[in-house]
């Protein structure tokens, strides 16, 4: 029989080492997955993991993995200290599309004004709009007591009838001959947000991400906010009698959380999508959960697990046109992840032990 | 090394040889023997975390024994859960009682039953039950608003309804009033002499003396000693258990001077569900003195320790620290004033299980001794607090950076009580200072809440142990259905009257009618 039991303190090498378990365990049974239907998985797994940092068309798809991971890495970043506290929100990705529009039509309100002010104010106004659209699920929790994970989630869909109407009706591009979509900001220079150095793929939400992740990391580990919200998280009747108000905390964490996934796509919607569209998104907000748990909710871990995530995307874009893997099963690949984190989680705090109690040892003489 | 002295004309009931329990890092039982007769009262003695639970827990078929043999009535006796120790007999009341508060008395005892009868025959039962032994119950009412007496009787008619050979009892006084006390005795009396016998948990040592017939003592795991309770003083009895001799707290009583702490007509609702709602609360404490708070639990304390310690907010002038109303400010704002608090339960509300000693002293200390610039925390000068409170009170650690939750009971304990005790605060207010704390830890614990008194300090101690509140109390009150007696000086309380105090025994002295 095998048995968990639990452990004095949490194992520091098992807190390192549960990503890698859990990135190895899913390239195991993802082989499994591709091998059952017809591929090579050896191939398979080349393609994704190899293939875009050392392959053929690396210089290209290199660049690819900061795009990816820059957005993944903000929002990420914002969850996880909201999941730190106990607080769960789960609805980023609605979060990231109103903060794209409230920036973007600040920036299209100032259209075809040249002035060096206009894309600070946009990010500004993105991480407003972020901020709002958090702040709903966090006043209605606070002043209701409803659950933050659905109304955030249900607002995502809001979110997106929003899009669809800013996309075909109040941002539509007036010189676009009715096509769906605003005005695109590579043709509107104080409000784009160009690539910093060619090929790097590396733009302004690149620089930000980087930087929130210092300055989270510093938040957690040095100043009295990031204990509080470890404590509010981990034990929250202490954290009262610590003095924590419950309330202020779900207000900070999903307005920072907000903010930043609003940030996130106000910095996409002027970069690499470059104009709104219906479908400009593509799920940054959601992928963020699995990058936020991957990186161990910490984030300089969060740093390497959007690098690593950023990976999958763009391999896994690569194995569906290369190979002709259907999209989903590239979705089961990027979720096992998740699933076999969670998994080997729990070696952080129990161990394994074989045997129900053996009796030998000390009975027997 | 198994039997005891005593007892041996009576038939043997129950025999335990060499009984071993291993867990990780810690050895519970090694080689336990003794026996049990026929309708023996048998006290298990020794200090939290001798191994009395873990022992009993085997014989309950709760836990199995890594090795060693247990016979009951002469034939092999290895339960493999606690449905087939209950078929041959043996009940047991645990100190933590499972009953559901929202159920009647009747359905929850139905639901400890394999094959419960009707609910009216039942009822009929359970009156017929609790009359012979003299335990008023009415099978009808709702559990959630028995007091913990009424509710230990649910435990032990669930038992008696058994008929067991067998009772096993888990620290059965520390919810009764003194005078509830001494019904149940007479309830285990009356039991024993029909024959039931009766395996006593406890670490009262006078409850000992005054109920059993044969005492074994356990210390880390092993049986050091078995005596005859009536035989031997509480103080001998005490050392064996300890294993060192024990010194009482020093009193040092300075001058009482102007109020440190002055609580007025305090009226709140319970946020606790079942709780118990403060009802015009009103006292006051000067500096140097010590207010013990008594009752049973469940009467309030827990409400008024978050009322103290401002995690239940109120009106700015009920609750005043020298002078300055503080009732509407947060637990912050009252250590700025001058008033620290310790709860009870130390896993969770006192301290984060999962953090390190290190942010542990942090999160009530850092205000007062100043471990943060601008927001700020100062790791090193937390660590030094840490390591200070670690050296003062004897923590036993390997070093403050484990995780608060791999401490036992009393070492974090000690901790806490380090924590608030070196702040330097003016004001101090704990609930349970020294409960599942060690005889020896738990002396050290009221020697370092007297001293901050001489230094001072107006302390208010909310405790359950009425010998505690009376060693290091100078005044004394009761907590009872949420509301606070007139607290009167300590010196020359009798038994009798802080029974009184506490509710009497609700009722039930009429009930009985035993000769």
Redesign the interface.
């Known amino acids: 029989m095998i048995r968990l039991?639990k452990r004095?303190?949490?194992s520091r090498f098992w807190l390192y080492a549960t990503p890698i378990a859990a990135v190895l365990l899913t390239m195991v049974a993802g082989g499994l997955l591709f091998a059952a239907m017809g591929k090579n998985p050896f191939a398979v797994i080349k393609t994704i993991f190899w293939d875009p940092v050392f392959g053929e068309f690396a210089f290209y798809l290199r660049g690819q993995l900061l795009i990816k991971a820059g957005p993944l890495i903000l929002i990420a970043i914002g969850l996880a200290l909201g999941f730190r506290a106990g607080i769960w929100n789960i609805g980023a990705e609605g979060q990231y599309i109103i903060g794209a529009i409230v920036g973007a039509g600040v920036g299209l309100a100032f259209y075809p004004t040249e002035n060096r002010l206009i894309f600070p104010a946009m990010i500004l106004a993105g991480a407003f709009g972020g901020w709002l659209w958090g702040m709903i699920p966090a006043i209605l929790k606070t002043y209701f007591n409803t659950s933050e994970i659905l109304v955030s989630l249900m607002l995502v869909y809001v979110a997106e009838t929003i899009l669809a109407k800013a996309a075909t009706g109040f941002l539509r591009n007036p010189d676009g001959a009715g096509f769906p979509g605003s005005r695109n900001f590579r043709n509107f220079e104080a409000a784009s947000n160009p690539e910093l150095i060619a090929g790097s793929g590396l733009h302004w939400g690149g620089v930000a991400a980087l930087g929130v992740a210092v300055l989270a990391y510093i938040l957690l580990t040095?100043?009295?906010?990031g204990?509080q919200i470890?404590?509010a998280g981990?034990?929250p009747?202490?954290?009262?009698?610590?003095?924590v108000?419950p309330v202020r905390l779900v207000l900070l964490c999903m307005g920072i959380s907000g903010a930043l996934a609003g940030m996130a796509g106000l910095f996409e919607v002027t970069g690499p999508a470059g104009q709104i569209t219906i479908d400009f998104n593509t799920g940054y907000g959601f992928t963020a959960i699995i990058v936020a748990f991957l990186g161990r909710l910490n984030p300089l871990g969060i740093v390497l697990a959007g690098l690593l995530m950023a990976l999958t995307y763009v391999g896994g874009e690569m194995a569906s046109t290369n190979l002709g893997l259907p999209a989903a099963a590239i979705q089961v690949f990027q979720g096992m992840l998740l699933f076999f984190l969670l998994a080997v989680d729990v070696l952080t705090n129990y161990r394994f032990r074989l045997g129900a109690?053996a009796?030998a040892k000390?009975?027997a003489k | 090394m198994t039997g005891t002295g005593s007892g041996t004309e009576r038939r043997e009931l129950l025999r335990i040889d060499g009984v071993t329990k291993a867990y990780p890092g810690v050895v519970a039982n090694a080689d336990v023997g003794f026996s049990v007769g026929e309708g023996e009262v048998h006290a298990l003695l020794g200090e939290n975390g001798a191994g009395k639970s873990t022992l009993v827990k085997m014989i309950y078929g709760l836990v199995k024994p890594d090795s060693g043999t247990m016979h009951l009535r002469g034939a092999p006796y290895a339960p493999g859960k606690p449905a087939e120790a209950r078929r041959l007999g043996v009940a047991m009341v645990f100190q933590h009682f499972s009953l559901f508060e929202a159920l009647t008395v009747a359905e929850n005892v139905a639901l400890g039953m394999e094959t419960p009868p009707p609910m009216r025959e039942l009822a009929t039962r359970i009156r017929a039950v609790s009359e012979e032994y003299g335990l008023p119950l009415d099978p009808a009412r709702l559990v959630g608003d028995l007091s913990a007496g009424e509710r230990q009787r649910v435990e032990i008619i669930r038992c008696l309804l058994q008929d067991p050979k067998l009772l096993i009892m888990d620290e059965p006084t520390s919810v009764l009033t003194p005078q509830e006390v001494e019904i149940l005795f007479r309830t285990l009396r009356q039991l024993s002499a029909e024959g039931t016998a009766i395996l006593y948990i406890s670490h009262k040592l006078e409850e000992i003396r005054a109920l059993c017939d044969a005492a074994t003592i356990l210390r880390r795991g092993r049986v050091v000693a078995t005596c005859t309770p009536r035989e031997k003083t509480a103080r001998e009895m005490a050392e064996l258990m300890v294993g060192a001799s024990l010194t009482p707290p020093e009193r040092k009583p300075g001058p009482k001077g102007e109020v440190g702490l002055g609580v007025s007509d305090l009226s709140l609702a319970s946020p606790i569900p079942f709780g118990t709602s403060l009802k015009g609360v009103s006292f006051t404490v000067a500096k140097g003195e010590v207010l013990g708070i008594a009752g049973v639990a469940g009467n309030g304390q827990d409400e008024l320790l978050l009322a103290l310690s401002g995690e239940l907010p109120s009106d700015p002038d009920k609750v005043r620290v020298n002078s300055r109303p503080v009732g509407d400010l947060g637990p912050v704002g009252r250590r700025k004033a001058g008033l620290v608090a310790a709860p009870e339960d130390r896993y969770g509300h006192a301290a984060a299980p999962d953090m390190s000693l290190v942010e542990n002293a942090f999160l009530t200390a850092g205000l007062r001794r100043e471990l943060m610039h601008n927001g700020f925390i100062d790791w090193a000068k937390t660590r030094d607090f840490a390591e200070e409170i670690i050296r003062d009170y004897d923590v036993r650690t390997p070093g403050p950076d484990v995780a608060a939750r791999a401490l036992s009971g009393g070492n974090l304990q000690k901790f806490l009580m380090g924590r608030e005790l070196m702040q330097g605060a003016g004001v101090i207010v704990i609930n349970q200072p020294t409960w599942g704390v060690d005889a020896a830890a738990a002396a050290a614990i009221r020697q370092k809440i007297l001293d901050q008194a001489a230094q001072g300090a107006a302390v208010v101690v909310i405790s359950q142990d009425l010998d505690e509140l009376l060693e290091v109390s100078d005044s004394f009150a009761v907590l009872n259905e949420g509301r606070l007696t007139k607290p009167r000086p300590t010196a020359g309380l009798t038994m009798d009257e802080i029974g009184l105090m506490m509710g009497g025994a609700h009722g039930m002295e009429v009930a009985h009618h035993v000769e």
């Open positions: 039991e004095p303190t949490p040095r100043h009295l906010l204990f470890k404590l981990q034990a009747r202490a954290a009262r009698f610590h003095g108000s109690g009796p000390q009975g």
